[in-house]
């Protein structure tokens, strides 16, 4: 039996890879990832503690995550989209019209 | 054990109005008229016929005091004992008191809005007229039925909003505007002292709910205040009273109910003769206990009303205008019944509210009739000479004078007859209201027997040509015939005590009133006898104004100018109403004007409010300017402060796992 | 000999793997000899019949030149997702098969029970949807990484097309499931074992249930039918429009590769439709008929015959040679599993014989709508997909759910 | 070490390759794809940890539609090679230096919690996976009716939202 601890270190340094790509990317898709990245990690925390907990909350909390991750998909890519029109370019360091 | 299911369902009564006017006023403005009146009046009507089944199953409960609490609107409960420190729910009461007033306000309620589909008919703002009775029938009806001050509160203020909207309902003419926010403002003063009066009350006893406030002051005997002493109950009872002025139109506050007349006429009769006017009344006798407990409180009613009886029928003599006389004649009349509050006979003053109600509406509404043939006319002046035009107006017109006046068999005979009675019997300078409840009597007569001659008989002073005179509809001559009905049969209930039988009215009332009302300090043979002289009395003095008045406007139409002339100041300043109004604009307005001009505007205002808000908004200003340099506008600079915040919640939540001296505690 | 005793279920797994991957990879080259007969004769052609007879051969033929041509790689391509797509269709298509159960109850092989699939996992079901969604990608790459425009089209059209159906494909199944109250594809045709008066077919899910799943049946089919990009919503690969779609760049036997995925996953979906519709390995008589258990046998000898009969008269030597000893090799299978020794066999290929044979049905009709329809255009696939499969499955979901409860409640 | 250890390892190696490359690949495709590859390994895990259901959700939402959905928009966008622009200074080194450092703390306080999670690990009494999944399906519809059905209104409304944003309006 694998320790629980193993999966939860993983989901550790997996939300920290997402962290990192989050900050590191500069490609507005790419970022979107690594978020999706850091919401996998964290599913993955939630199964391990329900698989050593015995109960399944966890489970259930997952596929919510999982439904809003597909909301956000949606809605996200749908601006990524429009933004993309409107500035012909996916680069976030480009779109700075918020500054002073 | 039989179920009473319209006690179990009171709140339905007052919700019924409610609903009807919401309907109306949301939906009707686009609405045909018969759609708007059948709402309204299907509402009301309803009502009533719940009103009426709940007064069937209070009798056949054969309870003394019903009460339902339907909901807990506002409560301090309290944690260390449980209970409530403080609880004003949503409670609903029935008791003999409630009976008489749930079917005054109903029954002429509903009367009044059947006059008013024929009234209003030709009038703008149909829905709205309709939306507003009906607004003000549910206030009145939460006053009535409400189990404590608080919530009867609510209704006193309801029905206040609602005259306001109906006084102002022709808002397009100043006068009326105006008039509508003097009887608001006025009110308002007499509220304030009535809320004092509740804070007073509850914090003596702790609590504003009828029956558990009575009970305690029943039970605890609490000491009778003596003339002049000024403990709890009296300033209680005096600060109420102030609001039952406010609301009543006694003095001092009485200006606004004149002014009131401004409103389209059946809002007259509903509202500023039959039902919300005698609110006041209402409340002084339904904290009749309290009042009980102190002479000084009941002293100052009786005088204040005594007082606003005379005074008001006096202006009333030489007012011209039909609705402003039959106005004076109301506040008049509500001087008699805090007369008999004060003197202790609540059922009395009870009594005269009842058939005042019949009568005084009756009166406003064949007014309505009268101006409504001569199409708007309302100065008597220009009128006269329609008895033979409008012959059923002219007959409830006049059958309400008689009644009014005082004629047996009539309602007003009795009532005002138990009151004087009870006025004569109080020990102690019971005598001295008496003698001006009296000439009051004679006044009343004068005036409404000068009113019917000047409108009814005489000559024709207005031209014929402009004006052509015509009966109107039945469904206005309907409510009239039967408020005539009323205003005959209404006073038999207290008939038998003139042979020395029970008072059923007083009977009927005595659960509520019984402890409170004084008894006759001599024997049943001697009351007997005085009761006789006095009903004799009574009669002979209307009769009398009957006479005078019968001389003056009919014999020698020209008599009354010469009299005019020769008592110059007297009727100059009773024709201005003894300047009332020019001395409260003087004394108070003026100055209050003043202040607000020139220290709550220029300074309060401008200075300091202003200030304040155009300082938030410039330190608002500053500190933007500020904070936006963080806003780089990069996102990724975003994500690392994102990050940052990541950093530090963690930290905080997780500090017990982070500390270093947490190594040797894990596990 | 105790290494195979050891390991014997790993062993015959493999076993059994290795002879699927035979059987399905020989079914898909006969699959596109069966397709071009069929649509020939539809068009009234004659199909191929040159190589060997009635080109039998052909897909021999084929299989060589897809393996012998020269395999161009197009320059500018992305080399890995280039070589990735093609694999990823075939790995996963193959996949899919391995959950199909094929026969009811294990065969005894030297003391060995195997079963007839090679994974029964208790969410058979979900593992074939993870599968096929897991498609996608296969075409998808393919056509962005082609680095070529009607690639890329074909690549845009199957995501957005394959996204689209997936919804109704699931949700056209939540009916079996309900009423099987299984995801294991083995459960669900044990719970369409149980027809009224004892007649087969009234127990499948499309006759039976609370609420017969015809409904669902269109969904799913139709569903699956876009999943494998098939006629009439082969648009990925519109020919007409986009010369060939997602695999215009490919070659040779990486275009091989997506040919068999595609057949492949045909009989998958083939499969799936028996099974979850058609009560998969189930007769369709009732079970009182002990004569049908000679079916397999009175089919497979009037077929022999007539094949022998058909090779005597056919014009090549070859033919006259090859057709009649298929067709005495049939006969002889068909007689021998009449002989009383060998009976016991059609015991155990009954299961089969009825899911090969449903399945059979399910490729025809395929064909069929090649032969037939004409493909939808981009809009009226996508209205269609969300406009009326995904609300109609839904109320299909409803319905059921509605009936089972009517029958739950006593 | 067991089989379920070592398929624990490769899986979690495949993991986190994949989420290297999803940082260090330039090209958006290839990120996805390496997203893929790290979803399907955590559905591995999943599967290992006898939460069949979530695996194969995970796929079919994830892998299936929501990565499908980003290789579509990268490939309808065609997006190109990520630019490497520096203009945040935040965002340079002491980004990445801080998210190494959130890295730290979360990997902290997973050592220093590990006795806690540790004590119970494994012997989760999750009973055969087909009773599991009909357990899930019993929580989801019962206890966890009320937000099922909001994410459902959830759902709703991001297909609304993404209508109206990708809706070209001429």
Known sequence: MVPTTYYVALSAVLFGLGVLAFVFKRNIISIFMSIELMLNAV??????????????????????????????????????????????SLNVERMDLLKL | MPTY?????????????????????????????????????????????????????????????????????????????????????????????????????????????????????????????????????????????????????????????????????????????????????VNRIGDFGFMLGMFLLFRTFHSLDFNTLFTSVAQHNWPIEPWGQFGTFTIACLLLFMGACGKSAQLPLYVWLPDAMEGPTPVSALIHAATMVTAGVYVVARSNILFAHSETALVVVAVIGCATAFFAATIGLVQTDIKKVLAYSTVSQLGYMFLACGVGAFSAGIFHLMTHAFFKALLFLAAGSVIHAMGGEQDMLKMGGLSKKIKWTFATMLIATLAIAGIPPLAGFFSKDSILLN??????????????????????????????????????????????????????????????????????????????????????????????????????????QIEWVLAGVAVFSALLGLAVAYWLYLKQPNKPAGIAKSLGPVYTTLWNKYYVDEIYAAVLVGPLMWLSRNVFWRVVDVEIIDGAVNGIAHGAREVGDVSRRTQSGNTRSYAVWVVIGAIVIIAVIFWPYLKPATVGMVR | MDFLSAHAEIIITLIKIALLMFIVLTVNAYLTWFERKVVAHMQSRWGPHRVGPHGLLQPLADGAKFLLKEDATPAGVDKFVYFLAPLLALGLALTSIAVIPFGPDPIRVFGHNVYLYIANPSIGLLVLFAITALGVYGVALAGWSSNSKYPLLGGLRSSAQMISYELALTLSVVGVLLMANSFNLTEIINAQSHPAWGIGFLGWNIFSGPFPQILGFFCFFVAAVAETNRVPFDLPEAESELVAGFHTEYSSFKFAMFFIAEYTSMITVSCLCSILFFGG????????????????????????????????????????????????????????????????????????????????VFLFVYVWMRGTLPRFRYDQLMAFGWKLLLPVSIVNVILTAFFILLRSKP | ????????????????????????????????????????????????????????????????????????????????????????????????????????????????????????????????????????????????????????????IAILGAIVLAHREN
Request: net charge neutral; charged share 10%.
């Open chain 1, 43 to 88: 599913n993955l925390a939630f199964v391990a503690f329900s698989q050593s907990s015995g109960k399944l909350d966890g489970q259930v909390f997952v596929l919510f995550v999982i439904i809003v991750a597909a909301a956000e998909a949606a809605v996200g890519l749908g601006i990524i989209i429009l933004i993309a029109r409107h500035r012909q």
């Open chain 2, 5 to 185: 299911p319209m006690l179990d369902y009171l709140w339905i009564i007052p919700l019924l109005p409610l609903l009807g006017s919401a309907v109306n006023g949301l939906l009707g403005a686009k609405w045909p008229n018969n759609i708007v009146n059948s709402v309204a009046l299907g509402a009301t009507g309803l009502s009533f016929a719940c009103a009426l089944e709940a007064v069937r199953e209070f009798f056949a409960s054969g309870q003394v005091l019903v009460r339902k609490e339907f909901f807990d609107w506002i409560g301090v409960p309290d944690v260390v004992h449980g209970g409530w420190l403080f609880r004003a729910g949503f409670d609903l009461q029935m008791d003999q008191l409630t009976v008489v007033m749930l079917m005054v306000v109903t029954g002429v309620g509903f009367l009044i809005h059947i006059y008013s589909t024929g009234y209003m008919a030709h009038e703008g703002g149909y829905y709205r007229f309709f939306s507003y009775l009906n607004l003000f029938m549910f206030f009145m009806l939460i006053l009535i039925l409400a189990a404590n001050y608080v919530l009867l509160f609510v209704g006193w203020e309801g029905v206040g909003l609602a005259s306001y909207l109906l006084i102002g309902f022709y808002f397009l003419r100043k006068s009326a505007a105006d008039a509508g926010k003097k009887a608001f403002i």
């Open chain 2, 423 to 528: 006025a004569f019997n109080k020990p102690g300078g019971g005598h001295i209201l008496y003698g001006f409840g009296l000439f009051t009597a004679l006044l009343t007569s004068l005036y409404m027997f000068r009113l019917i001659f000047l409108t009814f008989f005489g000559k024709e002073r207005y031209d014929e040509h402009h004006v052509h005179v015509h009966e109107s509809p039945w469904s206005m001559l309907g409510p009239l015939v039967i408020l005539a009905l009323l205003s005959i049969v209404g006073g038999w209930l207290a008939a038998p005590t003139l042979w020395g039988g029970t008072d059923y009215f007083t009977a009927f009332l005595s659960p509520v009133f019984g402890h409170a009302e004084v008894p006759p300090g001599f024997d049943e043979a001697a009351a007997q």
């Open chain 4, 1 to 156: 070490m067991n089989a379920p250890l070592v398929v624990f390892f490769v899986l979690a190696v495949l993991a986190v390759a994949g989420a290297l490359s999803l940082i260090f690949q330039k090209h958006p495709i290839h990120s996805a794809l390496s997203l893929i590859v790290v979803m399907v390994a955590l559905a591995g895990l999943y599967l290992l940890m006898g939460a069949e259901f979530v695996a194969a959700v995970q796929i079919i939402v994830y892998g299936g539609a929501i990565m499908v959905l980003f290789v579509f928009v990268i490939m309808l966008l065609n997006a190109g090679l990520e630019e490497h622009t520096n203009i945040s200074k935040l965002a340079g080194f002491p980004g990445i230096l801080l998210a190494l450092a959130l890295t730290g703390f979360i990997g902290a306080t997973v050592a220093r919690s590990a006795g806690l999670t540790q004590v119970t690990s494994g012997n989760g009494n999750i009973s055969g996976a087909l009773s599991a999944t009909r357990e899930l399906s019993t929580m989801i519809f019962k206890n966890f009716a009320y937000p099922f059905e909001l994410t459902s209104f959830l759902i709703l």
């Open chain 3, 281 to 360: 390995w189930l007769s369709p008589f009732p079970q009182s008929w002990t004569f049908t258990y000679y079916l397999p046998s009175l089919l497979l000898i009037p077929a022999g015959l007539w094949i022998i009969w058909d090779g005597i008269r056919y014009e090549t030597i070859f033919g006259k040679i090859i057709l009649p000893g298929l067709g005495t090799v049939f006969t002889l299978i068909g007689v021998a599993l009449l002989l009383p020794p060998l009976q016991f066999i059609n015991v155990f290929i009954q299961g089969p014989f009825w899911l090969l044979g449903k399945i059979l």
